[in-house]
């Protein structure tokens, strides 16, 4: 299909320079332009309307058009459209969410501090842990270690966390002094008859031997996502989070939880920490702490973390980081009302039932011979793809067959994502019984038009 250079897809074509996107595919075939948004669908200017099964980019939580988020962001703007937080000013929005997010956190944390994308979250994590370091007199502790597959953003400094080779390509990256230790997906990297529990012994041992590699008083902090998301939906192995944790305080390295995906319900708790028992000492979290209605995240940070910096910024004469657009009022305004919408819906505990009717209905598709593992927890949630099942291998050029799946399925009106060659799958939290059964039945039947295409 040729497109029309004065349509808005011709008009995309000329002007626009995608993310994540082929570009010169792009110019081949255009976009897809959505226009409107209400509950868990999305429509796009062709009139089609689709389930959207990842919630945009894991993030739109309570759902799309929900009008008591519009209200919230037209009175802030009209009170106090725009003020910063830098030199002891403040406004009411940050204050407020400051105390909701600290108060709402699953273990002691001592502060908030604001940013507008996961990325610049987890950049000023990597400026925190520095920062603290040099406090400390130890300037030789600044090493960060997470995970291949993690992912944690885009910037110079995130993308080097994140573990996945097209953010590192071409891009010159990663940077000095970041380190990637063991993927713990057990279905692709445990071996013959290892048990889960011997897989988690072994990515702990594999943690334990990098630091003692690199020497334990250059390792600065561990980063992880508790269930790794864009690296293709991971759910740790049993006993996993015990035995990282037991590495990293042996050798007192800070503990990072990137709950950017994972916070505010997804997997079935508030916090992907608490479904794992994990113990953090800085959280980064974004995506549904505003729904995405507007871009905010922020960081939690722990006493151990903030006293020293805190001590530093007063040595210095001041802490020199900070956004134009740091806890935005208006954005800030809208977290607030959606992280109200979350509890006074209990879309925690939706997320936990209807998490058990996706995760039971995905796993009646492991049967499928294309259905090389099903895996998640919560609302999230992937299929593995292959053709040989009991080699767990695809004759299939890489991220073939779950390219061709994502394309079908949206045809059939369900947008999942497709990462490496698995399907995810992350609706929104509002998500009922009847359009899981959408999501499931149309994945069933898209799987069985792409085997009939091979
Ligand atoms: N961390 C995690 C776990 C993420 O999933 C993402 C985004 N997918 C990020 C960080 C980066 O967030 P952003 O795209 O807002 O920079």
Redesign the pocket.
């Known amino acids: 299909m040729t497109v029309q250079p004065n349509s808005i897809e011709g008009r995309d074509i000329a002007f626009h320079l995608h993310s994540y996107t082929n570009a010169r595919k792009h110019e081949a075939n255009g976009p897809i332009v959505m226009e409107s948004g209400e509950g868990v669908h999305v429509t796009d200017t062709d009139g089609n309307r689709y389930i959207e099964a990842m919630s945009g980019?894991?993030s739109v939580a309570v759902g799309f058009g929900e009008k008591r988020l519009v209200d919230a962001a037209a009175r802030q703007m009209q009170k106090l459209n725009y003020y910063h937080t830098f030199t002891h000013k403040s406004h009411g929005p940050a204050i407020e969410l400051a105390e909701k997010l600290v108060g709402m956190a699953p273990v002691p944390m001592s502060k908030a501090y604001f940013t507008?994308?996961?990325?610049?979250?987890?950049d000023t994590m990597m400026k925190l842990v520095r920062y603290r370091s040099n406090a400390l007199g130890q300037p030789q502790k600044k090493k960060i270690i997470s995970r291949i597959r993690?992912?944690?953003?885009?910037?110079l400094a995130?993308a080097s966390l994140?573990g996945l080779p097209n953010n590192h390509r071409a891009f010159d990256l990663p940077m000095p002094g970041i380190l990637h230790t063991t993927c713990p997906h057990y279905w692709r990297e445990g071996r013959d008859g290892e048990s889960e529990e011997a897989f988690a012994t072994r990515c702990a041992e594999d943690l334990d031997a990098m630091i003692e590699a690199e020497g334990p008083d250059t390792v600065a902090a561990f980063i992880a996502?508790p269930v790794?998301?864009?690296g293709g939906v991971v759910v740790p192995p049993a006993t996993y989070w015990e035995k990282i944790q037991a590495v990293l305080k042996r050798y007192d390295i800070l503990l990072v939880a990137?709950?950017?995906?994972?916070g505010f319900g997804r997997t079935g708790q508030m916090f992907g920490s608490q479904t794992y028992g994990i113990e953090p000492d800085i959280m980064?979290l974004?995506?549904a702490l505003s729904s995405s209605y507007l871009?905010i995240?922020a960081l939690l940070i722990n006493e151990r973390v903030y006293a020293p910096v805190a001590d530093q910024s007063s040595e210095i004469g001041t802490f020199g980081h900070g956004y134009t657009a740091s806890g935005h009022p208006v954005a800030a305004a809208v977290a607030l009302e959606n992280l109200k919408i979350i509890e006074e819906r209990d879309l925690v505990a939706n997320a936990r039932e209807m998490g058990e009717v996706m995760q039971a209905g995905l796993r009646r598709l492991a049967d499928h011979p294309l259905v090389g593992e099903v895996r998640g927890v919560g609302l999230i949630a992937a299929i593995e793809l292959v053709t040989d099942k009991a080699a767990k291998l695809s004759a299939q050029p890489p991220g073939d067959l779950a390219a061709r799946g994502f394309a079908i399925m949206q045809k059939n009106g369900v947008i999942s994502r497709a990462m490496g060659d698995a399907l995810a799958f992350c609706p929104p939290l509002i998500v009922e019984k009847q359009h899981i059964d959408t999501i499931v039945e149309t994945t069933a039947r898209s799987l069985d038009e792409l085997q009939a295409s091979l």
């Open positions: 980019l894991w507008n994308s996961g990325s610049e979250a987890n993690g992912y944690h953003g885009v910037t995130s994140t996502e790794m998301g864009a990137d709950e950017v995906i994972c980064t974004s995506k871009p995240s």
